[in-house]
């Protein structure tokens, strides 16, 4: 509803996308079970096949619970519409399949989530999209990777687990010159920290399985944009692929956003806090998290993002066998992967998330043996710490 974009961010999170007068006044929006609508005549349903009349036809094509967080995100993130997935990977693929056709070139950002580079390879071997990787840093960079093929742009920032950032702006300008669309993957910020849609990009993808559902307990995926781009999509994607949520999904969606913005910012003051102690701890040989001061993209985050974020990686000053010990010695931190719930996890990229690297690649990528991965939690930072201080002492 565009009468709520002169709310806050908090307040938008709350209450855009959902009418209680519209839902018998429901508090909570209703979880609307069903796989199909009826028509109370073939007239009618002849109508809204056609969209000469509103309403709803059947689950895989939209939903009620399904629109309020579809509205709800997209208002967050200063789009016109979004669409939900049933993963981020759903998301994912959808977009890239829908803005690609044989013989097309995609430019990446040079670290992109273990299942994207997946779908790269498929794409490039069973249907001729290529693709290539960048830091996007100077606008000749960029431009020598763009060739009259390139149909998308695909940036995650910041990238995964070394936490360099992307200068979005930069990329912008450039793309708009020669009409390609960039896509950001925004998991890692939520719209909460970062809203590249207001920089100019032209879609934003995350997975809602991470701060966005926020809890653990939801495998989801979204994508806000135009009106245009989104229908487009819509239509074609999301519809005849068909990897949709469901209902009860989006209803914890929608609940998740309500505490999006206090819970990023505990995440976020938790995390600076731990980074700040780890950057001290004699077994510790580098940190890397942008809002630390001494990160080569701090100025660049300051600039972008609203804070550093919830994730941090840092080095063990030792050996590989040094950090098996000292993660098997966590007692309050799981160790997992994924991100963004109110638990700390912490997982090992180059045996798990980036397992599937070549060593030599992984070295590149500045993933070394001794890398760890946290994603800081809502628990009291203190007993984060001590957890943490704890397994270091111990090696
Ligand atoms: C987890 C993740 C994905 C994939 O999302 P799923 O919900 O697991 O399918 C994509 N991009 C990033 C950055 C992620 O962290």
């Known amino acids: 509803m565009k009468k709520e974009s002169k709310y806050k961010f908090e ?4 209450h855009s ?16 079970q069903t796989s199909t609508f009826t028509f109370s005549s073939l007239e009618q349903g002849a109508n809204r096949f056609a969209g000469a009349e509103g309403g709803y036809v059947y689950s895989r094509l939209s939903n009620p619970t399904v629109t309020i967080l579809e509205e709800r995100i997209a208002q967050l993130e200063a789009g016109e519409a979004a669409l939900a997935f049933g993963s981020g990977m759903a998301a994912v693929s959808a977009v890239l399949i829908g803005l690609t056709k044989y013989g097309d070139h995609i430019l ?3 670290g992109v989530y273990g299942c994207t580079f ?9 249907y001729n999209i290529d693709h290539s990787f960048s830091d996007l840093a100077t606008k000749e960079a960029i431009l020598s990777h763009i060739n009259e093929n390139t149909a998308c742009i695909y940036i995650e920032t910041p990238i995964n687990p070394t936490m360099t950032l992307v200068n979005l702006e930069l990329v912008v300008s450039v793309a708009k010159e020669k009409g390609i669309i960039v896509v950001v993957d925004n998991t890692f910020s939520t719209p909460y920290l970062q809203q590249p849609l207001q920089l100019g990009c032209d879609l934003v993808i995350h997975s809602a399985t991470k701060f966005i559902g926020g809890h653990g307990d939801v495998v989801a995926g979204l994508i806000a944009g135009d009106q245009e781009l989104v229908g487009q999509l819509k239509k074609t994607v999301q519809k005849d692929i068909g990897g949709v949520i469901a209902p009860f999904d989006a209803w914890l969606l929608v609940r998740g956003l309500k505490t999006l913005a206090v819970r990023m910012d505990r995440h976020c003051e938790n995390a600076e806090k731990i980074a700040a102690q780890l950057k001290e701890h004699p077994k510790v040989k580098a940190v890397y998290y942008p809002g630390d001061r001494d990160h080569p993209d701090y100025e660049l985050m300051k600039k972008q993002m609203k804070k550093g974020g919830g994730l941090l990686s840092f080095e063990l000053n030792g050996n590989y066998e040094q950090t098996v010990k000292a993660v098997n010695q966590l007692k309050l931190i799981s160790i997992a992967v994924s991100l963004g719930d109110a638990e700390t996890l912490i997982q090992h990229p180059a045996s798990m998330t980036h397992g599937a690297v070549p060593e030599k690649v992984r070295k590149e990528m500045g993933i ?3 890398l760890l991965r946290l994603s800081v939690g809502l628990e009291s930072w203190e007993d984060i710490w001590q957890d943490l201080k704890q397994a270091l002492d111990s090696v």
Request: charge should be positive; charged fraction near 25%; glycine fraction near 6%.
């Open 11 to 14: 307040t938008k999170a709350i």
């Open 17 to 32: 996308g959902y009418d209680s007068t519209k839902h018998l006044d429901s508090l909570a929006p209703p979880i609307y």
């Open 108 to 110: 990446c950002s040079k």
């Open 118 to 126: 997946g779908l790269l390879q498929i794409l490039k071997e069973k």
């Open 368 to 370: 070394s043996n001794e």
